[in-house]
């Protein structure tokens, strides 16, 4: 009897060591945040350094007139995703709706930077790129984390454990 308790224990640990490792649908799942994160971050990063070279390279009036275009067409986007995700009852799309809006904001706000700060201007854009990389980074990390935590939480089925 003995012996059937430990082949019976030992097929439990089999059993739940096979478990906790991470499916291949987890595994691209997580892939697939992972790479629109990284694309949308691209994506802003591209568009900060274009700031910055037509910073140089536009005349004034027709950057400042740029930037405002700019910042019209990320609120309409905003309110897209806003609309789309409320339709959709989708968070996901709410979540990227409040990142454009921020960045559309962001871009109302460079027509006054660039008129009092001219000389730091292209400081101020570098910086800002470096805090969207660093929430695009941290997002990425909780996303994964969150992703194998909502895992891990379905294996602890008790039903499950006592059928076996």
């Known amino acids: 009897m ?64 740029d930037l405002k275009v700019f910042s019209i067409m990320f609120l309409i986007t905003a309110i897209l995703l806003f609309e789309y995700g409320y339709k959709k009852d989708n968070g996901e799309l709410w979540l990227h709706g409040i990142e454009i809006m921020v960045i559309a904001i962001f871009t109302l706000y460079l027509i006054y930077l660039y008129s009092i700060y001219y000389l730091s201007y292209g400081r101020l854009l570098l910086s800002v790129g470096v805090i969207y990389i660093m929430y695009y980074t941290a997002k990425i990390l909780i996303t994964n984390k969150k992703i194998k935590k909502q895992y891990k939480k379905s294996l602890k089925d008790i039903t499950e454990i006592v059928k076996n």
């Open 2 to 65: 003995k012996r059937e308790q430990k082949r019976n224990i030992e097929q439990l640990e089999k059993v739940m060591e096979e478990k906790k490792k991470i499916p291949k649908s987890i595994k691209e799942k997580i892939s697939s945040k992972i790479f629109e994160n990284i694309v949308i971050a691209a994506i802003i990063i591209v568009y900060l350094v274009a700031l910055n070279i037509g910073m140089n390279n536009i005349q004034t009036d027709m950057y400042l007139m």
